[in-house]
């Protein structure tokens, strides 16, 4: 049985962990809720045939059969990672999925992606209010000696946690309209406060048979390493859903965040409140 194939990517700290285990409720979807390492494979398998002398030189004379040989390789490892599962779906979650989503739907047509989504300054709040518990902890990416702005800055920086999704979201402005048409943008905030309303759409998004969630009573999965992260990125599911309390975001910080990434905010939060800019 060749199941559909479900990326789940997006923004940290915006709601995947819980996404993940709100599919996993569906009977008809395989999600094992871990961010897995698929997608880290097929890329690597794509910079390392690029460099392979004998692959290379087999394209001056037979590039057909041989690129040929390289997708259904790459279709048959994306497969077989899943195999077994026997379920009408399978999700995968990896931030990686949304950047090269092209390559993706070049391997399974039928893909779709989820993107998770969050108001920036609480994407920014979730993180420092987990590193000031943990502040004896460096980050992964050594983080810890700057001050909170700094730390903004660095997280926010295009090869950082929160700048590389970031660049992944504004390229898909860029997309063909049919691409496009394979990407759900899940809004936290929307999942927190209606997660039956907004689980009962994306199940019928999939194409899935309808199916209500239990907000109060879900299964818990697999717990994810978090010390693979420092412990400043947890992954904790719980029994409950229940609303996180907003972070207090500094204001310098609010609104550089929502100066430099106005586009974000025209295309996912238009209503939202923009902080005032403080004084000198």
Same mark, same amino acid.
Request: overall charge positive; aromatic content about 4%.
């Given at each position: 049985m060749t199941? *559909?194939?479900?990326?789940? +990517?997006g923004l940290p700290r915006a709601g995947s962990t819980l996404l993940c285990q709100l599919l996993a409720q569906h009977p008809d979807l395989h999600c094992e809720g871990n961010s897995s390492p698929l997608c880290n494979a097929l890329l690597g398998m794509r910079r390392m045939v690029s460099d392979d002398s004998f692959f290379l030189s087999q394209l001056d004379s037979t590039f057909d059969a041989s690129y040929g040989h390289l997708k259904t390789a790459m279709q048959g490892f994306l497969r077989g990672w899943y195999q077994d599962c026997g379920k009408q779906g399978v999700v995968d979650k990896n931030r990686a999925w949304l950047h090269c989503v092209e390559m993706l739907l070049q391997l399974a047509p039928e893909a779709k992606i989820i993107v998770c989504v969050r108001e920036l300054g609480q994407v920014y709040g979730s993180i420092e209010t987990q *590193?000031?518990? !943990?502040?004896l902890l460096d980050f992964v990416d050594h983080l810890a000696d700057f001050d909170r702005l700094g730390? +903004?800055?660095m997280l926010f920086a295009?090869?950082? !946690?929160?700048?590389?999704p970031l660049s992944s979201l504004h390229a898909v402005l860029d997309l063909p309209v049919e691409v496009q048409k394979k990407l759900y943008f899940v809004r936290f905030e929307d999942l927190m406060a209606r997660p039956v309303e907004c689980m009962s759409h994306l199940y019928a998004w999939l194409g899935?048979?309808?199916w209500q969630i239990d907000p109060h009573n879900l299964a818990v999965g697999i717990q994810e390493s978090d010390s693979h992260y420092r412990m400043k990125y947890t992954h904790r599911q719980q029994a409950t859903i229940s609303v996180p309390k907003l972070h207090a975001i500094p204001p310098r910080i609010q609104a550089q965040i929502e100066s430099a990434y106005d586009w974000f905010y025209e295309l996912y939060y238009p209503q939202h409140q923009r902080a005032a800019t403080p004084s000198a």
């Open positions: 199941s *559909h194939f479900i990326g789940v +990517a *590193h000031q518990r !943990t502040i730390r +903004a800055d295009k090869d950082r !946690t929160i700048g590389a899935l048979a309808p």
